[in-house]
């Protein structure tokens, strides 16, 4: 590293380390702008930044927050308290936070297909289900090769109708979040084709988690929570398989966590193929989101502090970023739109 870049993130860390704590963040005290928690690493990043944008803390009394996805059609926000067996809704218009519902089977994972009915990762059942429209549920997987999965994670939808989810099995490790179990399979991500059938389409990850597609859904993003704790980047062929996988990233923080024991865990893209990944587990410096550039480099850094667990573009204009964050729910608008509607 060029000592001028070395000495500018030295300056970086230095400045930041006590602002995300010290700060007040029940809105009564605001911080000036720019916000000094929302940190360029790069000049690239500075273009995203919306500077008269503050982070906002929206809402806190979770246990471990989740599984955020925007729906445009209704104007609200859903995400899910997995130990609370809860999902919550946020409405922008007032402000307006409630229990959704209150026996989610301690969902993980939400998401939106292109009929707008939401899909949902379930630890306590091990199985991604489908809400209707008319309020019924659809069991869209539950079993591979006659095992039961061993806890679905996080989805995505292709525009194919295909919905794609991971079952790292973290919901069945401990009571906590669903119900203490052995895993019957390896850990793996796995293709709902719009005719039912599921099949796998990689197991190349030691505990795959978060995942998400490049704007023009040619590659797949995929988080690696076990050993290795990288994100890694698949070519996706004829829209339902996958390319060996890639390193893309190693969530190695530029102000704390040098040694890169950290980790993502949620990650989007936005329209210009930037990811942004969710960050934490270290603490001041790292936890947050980091932003990578469509080569891997670290350009951005949101800093929380809580341990950010995942993300997702809303708003009528998707340039809104929802972050969930431990026990809290924080949003900020950003010079950039999310590359999908949720």
Not at 231 to 244: A, E, N, P, Q, R
Request: with cysteine.
């Amino acid at each position: 590293m060029p000592t001028s870049r070395r000495a500018f993130l030295s300056s970086l860390a230095a400045t930041a380390a006590t602002s995300s704590l010290a700060r007040d963040w029940s809105g009564q005290n605001p911080e000036r702008y720019p916000d000094p928690d929302v940190i360029a690493l790069d000049p690239a990043f500075e273009k995203l930044i919306q500077g008269n944008a503050p982070i906002r803390r929206l809402h806190t009394g979770m246990l471990w927050a989740e599984g955020p996805a925007w729906n445009g059609a209704g104007n609200y926000l859903v995400w899910s308290d997995i130990p609370n067996n809860a999902q919550m809704r946020y409405l922008p218009e007032d402000g307006h936070v409630s229990i959704m519902r209150n026996n989610a089977n301690n969902s993980n994972g939400n998401t939106f297909d292109w009929q707008g009915r939401q899909i949902s990762c379930e630890h306590a059942t091990r199985r991604v289900v489908r809400y209707e429209l008319d309020g019924k549920i659809t069991v869209l997987a539950a079993e591979f090769e006659g095992k039961p999965f061993n806890a679905p994670n996080d989805a995505v939808v292709h525009p194919d109708g295909g919905v794609w989810f991971t079952d790292p099995g973290y919901g069945s490790m401990m009571d906590y979040e669903g119900h203490k179990g052995e895993l019957l399979l390896k850990e793996a991500v796995y293709r709902i084709d719009p005719s039912g059938k599921i099949e796998k389409v990689t197991d190349e990850q030691v505990k795959p988690n978060g995942l998400c597609f490049s704007p023009d859904y040619k590659k797949l993003y995929i988080v690696d929570t076990g050993a290795p704790k990288n994100i890694t980047v698949h070519d996706v062929v004829d829209g339902v398989k996958l390319s060996k996988g890639k390193e893309f990233a190693v969530n190695k923080g530029a102000l704390a966590d040098k040694a890169a024991k950290g980790g993502s865990d949620g990650v989007r893209c936005d329209v210009d193929g930037n990811v942004w990944a969710s960050a934490g587990w270290i603490g001041d410096g790292f936890d947050g989101v980091h932003v990578f550039n469509p080569a891997g480099q670290l350009i951005g850094h949101i800093k929380l502090p809580e341990t950010g667990s995942n993300l997702c573009f809303g708003g009528p204009k998707r340039n809104r970023l929802f972050i969930t964050a431990s026990q809290s729910l924080y949003s900020l608008y950003v010079n950039t739109r999310g590359a999908h509607f949720c």
